[in-house]
């Protein structure tokens, strides 16, 4: 591998059935990826994924806690538990945070659940490898495959631009406020008022993204940050919460050398809510095409929600 080339893909396989991680995997490895993939599991998960994961894939071993927790107390005790615990929570949380923030995002790993928990495990990992690579992606494995090698798509797609941080934006006709699930995500990790005042922004999507190396430590260290805070706020699983904090912080220009991306014209497509006819008119010899210069895409995300294109994109897996 070039020594400026060098790629990470971190993702989680908590909570999914290996048939995903499998099409991800070779999907993968079809294109030549001779860089790093890491996979956060739980005991469950790597119990289930045995015959999936390989010696070059490093397992970033993921406590699961709270699941442990349920397990060992059942579910009424922990109401009541989490209940004084959150209390507690808003008197030490966020002076944990500026005095000591890594127990800070330790402890809040206790009371989150897996999307909020994972940047706060990638942000651990990535620190202690940061010498080690150029390029990181963040991809959600369940719903994800490759079409293009990322060892040379993202150098070639940026050509000699020195930090950058890429995430795409989902279709055109979604906003934050317009859409019914971001906009209750929004307005219940943050308020009324953050989501009337972003509520016209595009929704860009929380499960694909990449960047150079420092980008992407800035990126979760900006979440890992936001986590501890929306624990401290509010009980649950808070489910969507990642999607919400990604939105506000790009959006609130946190994140240096953002690039926001179109589908069918950069690298990542997120094809929930897409027109399939569009879609499927961009299909060939079962590959997903780029509109801006007929490459395949590199990572095609969400393509289970097109029963045809799953179809085509697996069989040339197989």
């Known amino acids: 591998m070039s020594q400026k080339n060098r790629v990470l893909i971190l993702t989680t396989a908590v909570g999914y059935d290996p048939i995903h991680t499998y099409v ?19 005991h469950y998960a790597q119990t289930a ?18 699941r442990t927790f349920k397990k060992r107390i059942g579910r009424d005790p922990l109401k009541k538990i989490k209940y004084y615990s959150y209390k507690f929570l808003n008197l030490i949380l966020l002076p944990l945070l500026y005095l000591a923030p890594n127990q800070a995002y330790r402890l809040s790993v ?98 694909t993204m990449y960047g150079t190396t420092q980008t992407m430590i800035s990126y979760l260290k900006n979440m890992c940050n936001e986590c501890v805070k929306v624990t401290s706020k509010l009980s649950g699983r808070r489910i969507g919460s990642d999607q919400a904090i990604h939105n506000i912080l790009l959006y609130q220009n946190k994140i240096p050398h953002t690039v926001l991306t179109e589908n069918f014209q950069s690298p990542l497509a997120n094809l929930h809510d897409e027109s399939e006819t569009e879609i499927m008119s961009l299909v060939e010899n079962g590959v997903l095409k780029r509109q801006d210069n007929n490459e395949p895409v590199m990572l095609v995300h969400q393509y289970d929600r097109f029963p045809q294109l799953e179809k085509d994109l697996v069989a040339r897996i197989k």
């Not at 991809?139 to 631009?161: C, M, W, Y």
Request: aromatic residues 14%; neutral net charge; hydrophobic residues 40%.
């Open 24 to 42: 991800f995997r070779d999907s993968l490895m079809k294109t030549g990826f001779n860089g790093k993939l890491a996979i956060l599991m739980d």
């Open 110 to 207: 206790y009371f989150n659940f897996i999307m909020l928990n994972r940047n706060i495990f990638y942000y651990q990992y990535l620190l202690e490898h940061q010498n080690s690579y150029d390029w990181v992606m963040l991809v959600d494995v369940r719903d994800a495959l490759f079409q293009k090698n990322p060892v040379t798509s993202l150098p070639s797609e940026h050509g000699a631009i020195s930090e950058v941080f890429v995430s795409g934006v989902e279709t055109k006709a979604t906003t934050l406020g317009g859409n019914v699930h971001n906009a209750f995500w929004v307005e219940r990790t943050y308020n009324k008022k953050i989501l009337k005042e972003f509520g016209n922004r595009r929704v860009i999507c929380a499960r």
């Open 49 to 66: 994924h045995k015959d999936v994961l390989t010696p070059d894939i490093d397992i970033i071993s993921y406590t699961a806690p709270a």
